[in-house]
């Protein structure tokens, strides 16, 4: 593997800065750049907002549902992410759920056009990722001392306090493990970028493969994958970095 | 009382979002129409029984599994003895090797199999069949060594040296005393390596040649030229699969601790 690593970076060094500057002036690379970076975040934080919400009623839960609960959350993991991401198409399609119900109420005369937009993308990588970070929440609030919330609640702090105070800091590896994997996840997923964002909304990996099997411009390419690997690296190096600050 | 409420719904909510897609999914597949559509046009089996007539399908799916099961095994082969040794023997630069192996989880799929690509098949004449199976044995080896790792943490040493002590040699120790009680975490690591291999596309995206493709990417491929729902009859019969699979595994195994 730490071959195959080096080979990968190869493929960028092979050429000096220059082509790092020609990359970097094509505004599309830098679109598609930013669009990335912009929906892993996003893709983290509302998985983190939901995740606490539910990783909070799933501790709470009697032992029993508990189990079966997490079930539930990790099965869709099982699944395969052609079968997850297929189902969008399902819901969001012109002849989908979503446009039958509204045209059929008539709230709009034509479908409107979902697929191929960030909006789709950005709810397929959360329905992929999402679990990672319950898990990770889970795991961490398990480890939590119980009276904790109690304790701060007959001290006089109110909800959003106690979660700022209490919950957040002593779950902050949990949370912080959980961003890596979803972060990671979202910027090297191709299956859900590739069926719901297409050639419209091209994000780094189906960049890359645009770069290799149409136009075969390996350049490209190799910068393509330096920046990917760089950038799941530095997420994991940061973000380790705040579990221990 | 108003919060057990609270939990029901925004856990049901959740549930929705993860799991309401598979729904669909069947549903979309059941149609009678010959385009995808939701609610379908009318209910039929056709396109679930379509999707074993298209020979692609059948042949990827054998593909598929094959790497499933060999590259599974072969990162056992590996993975069981480099777990061991980094849990029983301190052996300097146990964290970097840990941290090799975790490289296939971080570095992106896509550029393994590009790195495969360019350095093994077009230089070397490697066939892509093997390349596919040297990608998937190095895509499943971490999460084979992370379980038994795991497993092996939490069985005691005094076993080991029990049988030592009555007349084993070191191999025969591994293979009588620590073995048998490893062989539920060898058995998850398998299912969780067999799922994560059948399912994988980056790594397999750019490793297709003539009549050589995995069934992740013959799906794709079949996506891109029709809008039939034989794809979400397909899907929906894998996830039936994967669900058996797991629901099978928690049962007897207790198989989310693994995961």
């Given at each position: 593997m730490a071959i195959l690593l080096s080979e990968a970076f190869k493929v960028g060094g092979e050429w000096s800065l220059a082509g790092y500057a020609d990359f970097i002036s094509k505004p599309l690379n830098r679109t598609v750049f930013f669009r990335t970076l912009k929906l892993g975040a996003l893709v983290v934080l509302v998985s983190a907002v939901v995740g606490y919400a539910a990783a909070f009623c799933i501790v709470n839960l009697e032992p029993a549902?508990?189990?079966?609960?997490?079930?539930?959350?990790?099965?869709?993991?099982?699944?395969?992410?052609?079968?997850?991401?297929?189902a969008w198409i399902v819901i969001l399609g012109r002849t989908g759920i979503v446009n039958n119900t509204l045209v059929g109420l008539g709230i709009s005369d034509t479908p409107i056009r979902f697929l191929f937009t960030e909006t789709a993308v950005f709810l397929g990588l959360l329905q992929l990722f999402m679990p990672l970070m319950i898990i990770a929440l889970i795991s961490s609030m398990e480890n939590m001392p119980k009276d904790a919330i109690a304790a701060a609640r007959v001290l006089g702090a109110n909800w959003f306090q106690v979660f700022t105070r209490v919950i957040l800091p002593l779950t902050r590896e949990g949370l912080v493990l959980g961003g890596t994997l979803v972060f990671t996840g979202a910027l090297t997923a191709y299956i859900t970028p590739a069926i719901l964002g297409g050639s419209k909304v091209l994000m780094l990996e189906t960049l890359l493969y645009q770069r290799v099997n149409v136009s075969n411009d390996y350049v490209s390419a190799g910068i393509i994958a330096t920046i990917l690997i760089v950038m799941s690296f530095g997420a994991n190096v940061v973000l380790r970095r705040l579990a221990k600050a | 009382m108003s919060q057990t409420w609270a939990s029901r719904v925004i856990l049901s909510l959740t549930l929705l979002f993860l799991i309401g897609p598979f729904f669909i999914?069947?549903?979309?597949?059941?149609?009678?129409?010959?385009?995808?559509?939701?609610?379908?046009?009318?209910?039929?089996?056709?396109?679930?029984?379509?999707?074993?007539?298209?020979?692609?399908?059948?042949?990827?799916?054998?593909?598929?599994?094959?790497?499933?099961?060999?590259?599974?095994l072969t990162a056992?082969?590996?993975?069981?003895?480099?777990?061991?040794a980094i849990c029983r023997y301190k052996i300097p630069g146990a964290e970097t090797i840990k941290l090799i192996v975790a490289a296939p989880i971080i570095v992106p799929g896509i550029i393994v199999g590009l790195a495969l690509l360019r350095y093994l098949v077009v230089p070397l004449n490697f066939t892509v069949t093997l390349a596919l199976f040297l990608a998937h044995t190095a895509l499943v080896l971490p999460y084979a060594v992370r379980v038994v790792t795991a497993t092996?943490?939490?069985?005691?040493?005094?076993?080991?040296?029990?049988?030592?002590?009555?007349g084993c040699t070191r191999?025969?120790?591994?293979?009588?005393?620590?073995?048998?009680?490893?062989?539920?975490?060898?058995?998850?690591?398998?299912?969780?390596?067999?799922?994560?291999?059948?399912n994988q596309v980056p790594v397999s995206l750019f490793l297709?040649?003539?009549?050589?493709?995995?069934?992740?990417?013959?799906?794709?491929?079949?996506?891109?030229?029709?809008?039939?729902?034989?794809?979400?009859?397909?899907s929906a019969l894998l996830a039936f699969l994967s669900i058996a699979i797991v629901f099978i595994a928690e049962k007897t195994l207790g198989f989310s601790r693994y995961v």
């Open positions: 549902k508990r189990g079966r609960m997490f079930g539930l959350i990790i099965l869709p993991l099982m699944i395969s992410p052609v079968a997850r991401t297929y | 999914i069947i549903f979309a597949g059941l149609s009678a129409g010959s385009t995808l559509s939701f609610p379908p046009d009318g209910l039929s089996l056709k396109w679930y029984l379509a999707v074993f007539s298209v020979e692609s399908f059948r042949q990827s799916f054998m593909l598929s599994m094959l790497l499933a099961v060999f590259g599974t056992l082969l590996l993975g069981v003895p480099a777990a061991y092996l943490e939490n069985l005691r040493t005094d076993i080991e040296e029990a049988a030592i002590l009555l191999l025969q120790a591994f293979t009588k005393a620590v073995l048998p009680n490893i062989k539920s975490g060898i058995l998850a690591a398998f299912i969780l390596g067999f799922v994560t291999s059948f297709s040649g003539p009549g050589v493709r995995t069934l992740p990417i013959d799906m794709l491929a079949y996506m891109e030229i029709t809008y039939d729902p034989s794809v979400a009859a397909l």
